[in-house]
Nanobody, 123 residues
Framework: QVQLVESGGGLVQAGGSLRLSCAAS????????MGWFRQAPGKEREFVAH????????YYADSVKGRFTISRDNPKNTVYLQMNSLKPEDTALYYC????????????????WGQGTQVTVSS
């Protein structure tokens, strides 16, 4: 069992930056690849970014590539999402999740989920 708690969301103007954090507890954090997803009102949850257990490989949705960076600090049991050049369409509830296997951009490939942190980007 892994417990995940996201933080760092907030209200920011378009073009601004935020850094989200996801603190993990429970089983060994470094055993899991991790992902970030987001869900806007009335829309399905969508993939944002994925990072391998060691942090060596990362993957991004096309919509955030070049603007967002996922990273992790295994000794601190934390995964981060640095978000730059934010756009109003980035407004959503952002979730971190623990990967259980399969296709990294599928929601169903993740077994552990946090409660989410709200990001709102004003125009």
């Amino acid at each position: 069992q892994v417990q995940l708690v996201e933080s760092g969301g907030g209200l920011v103007q378009a073009g601004g930056s935020l850094r989200l954090s996801c603190a993990a507890s429970g089983r060994v954090f470094s055993d899991y690849a991790m992902g970030w997803f987001r869900q806007a009102p009335g829309k399905e949850r969508e993939f944002v970014a994925h990072i391998a257990r060691s942090g060596g490989n990362t993957y991004y949705a096309d919509s955030v590539k070049g603007r967002f960076t996922i990273s992790r600090d295994n000794p601190k049991n934390t995964v981060y999402l640095q978000m730059n050049s934010l756009k109003p369409e980035d407004t959503a509830l952002y979730y971190c999740a623990g990967f259980s296997g399969g296709v990294y951009y599928y929601v169903s490939s993740y077994v552990y989920w946090g409660q989410g942190t709200q990001v709102t980007v004003s125009s």
